[in-house]
């Protein structure tokens, strides 16, 4: 799971993405999946390096792939896992990628 770090006080992006990492920490995939789905939304409209919201976006659907997943929802869970392998080749996103096509055995 990704979270953003920052040194001053965090904004509606950052807080909507480290609240999704949290709730899947947690368990509640559910509202993990619904925050994850705002911080989606909030990237579409972001200002800054495309490259960044890209791989914002990107880290963004892995965390709810992984919450999608842990909740049974394989379909979607493998559908923002592979979107988010596209728009970053990060080794995060691909790592969980990798697990989750491991534990559904495909």
């Known amino acids: 799971l990704m979270v953003i770090e920052t ?3 965090p ?4 807080q909507s993405f480290n609240s999704c990492a949290l709730n899947v920490k947690s368990k ?12 989606i939304a909030l990237l579409k409209d972001a200002d800054g390096p495309k ?9 963004a659907l892995s965390n709810r792939g992984v919450a ?6 394989d379909t979607a869970a493998l559908a923002d896992l ?3 392998s596209k728009l ?8 969980n990628l990798t697990r989750a096509k491991e534990e559904l055995s495909l």
């Open 88 to 95: 970053s080749n990060s080794t995060m996103v691909s790592h």
């Open 51 to 59: 490259f960044k919201v890209r791989q914002l976006t990107s880290f």
């Open 7 to 9: 040194a001053t006080a």
């Open 28 to 39: 509640n995939y559910a509202q993990a999946e619904e925050i994850c789905t705002k911080a």
């Open 68 to 73: 999608r997943l842990k909740a049974h929802n």
């Open 82 to 84: 592979y979107e988010a």
């Open 11 to 14: 904004q509606p992006l950052e």
